[in-house]
């Protein structure tokens, strides 16, 4: 008798299982990430409005102009050309091959060097160097990975490549079409590396560059020990003397992230001029991620960072018109 209970029990159960599943089919379809969910949120609940409560003070991005008046900035924006020229690195007699970015209308811009990252100088990485030349500055970019036959993403870091950078400035302040006698460094990734080396090692801040700029930057030899990569910066950060703002994602990689904020609080700490933007909700690469996989977030902070670039840019060439 019992035996014939349970039978039944469970015929009961696979006609209830049955009956649910011709109502809700089980599929790829209905286990997809559910688009309505908000995104970029700090808790991802769906329908949720993402909150922000830090005081208005420490929101860097706030505008009573914009919030109460509904004042917009307007860029400066500039059809852009470009050319490729090469350089020689009198240490080695390398040659260096880069791109030179500048408006299309005719005159003299303020000089700025670009430095590509880790990824070499490829097509997304290029952009970054256009968009500061449509802000209305000559901008070299050299490739100092075709110069020394390097192949993309190295591992170790091939020293040499600093005074690439560094010859890189002599090159750019002596054009015709630059109107300032020194340049601002731009860079991201491991071209933060370059930069600073350029800088502070090989002495170019004293007499060539006005203003340090990088995002998400490499701040560490990069053949430096583990440990060291984790939980150290490079000991040129406390060297750098020039103002130099820094952006990088509040979901940047944790020891890239530790790095360039333990950076940071000792430059302030020593009444250095540097400032550390971080994205809300924004990871690494915003700036140059491909379409594909862009968020909405990404395009608002590579749009702010590059704007806010600009006007740091030009706030401290103002001083060096020649």
Known sequence: ????????????????IAACSATIPINAQSLAPNDNAAADTASGETLEAPVNRRPVAKKFWWSDDWFDNGRLEIPQNFKVTERQVSYVNPHDDTDVPATLYRPSKEGR?????????????DDLVKRLARRIAARGFVVLAPDVYAARFIDPLPIEHLSETERDVAAGLDFLLSLEDVSTNKACVVSHTRGGYYTLKAAVTH?????????????????QDPNAAEPSQVYRYAAEADELIVPAMIFIGEYEQYQ??????????????????????IYPGVGRGFDFRPPNVRTFADDLATKDANLRTARFIREHLAGWER
Do not use: N
């Open 1 to 16: 008798m019992y035996q014939f209970i349970w039978w039944r029990f469970v015929a009961i159960i696979s006609v209830l």
């Open 109 to 121: 811009y303020p000089a700025v060097l670009f430095q590509h990252g880790r990824r070499g100088f």
């Open 203 to 219: 002495g170019r801040q004293e007499k060539q560059i006005a203003c340090y700029v990088s995002s998400y930057p490499h701040f």
């Open 256 to 277: 890239r992230r530790r790095s360039v904020e333990t950076a940071v609080a000792s430059m302030k700490a020593m009444g250095r001029d540097v400032k550390l933007i």
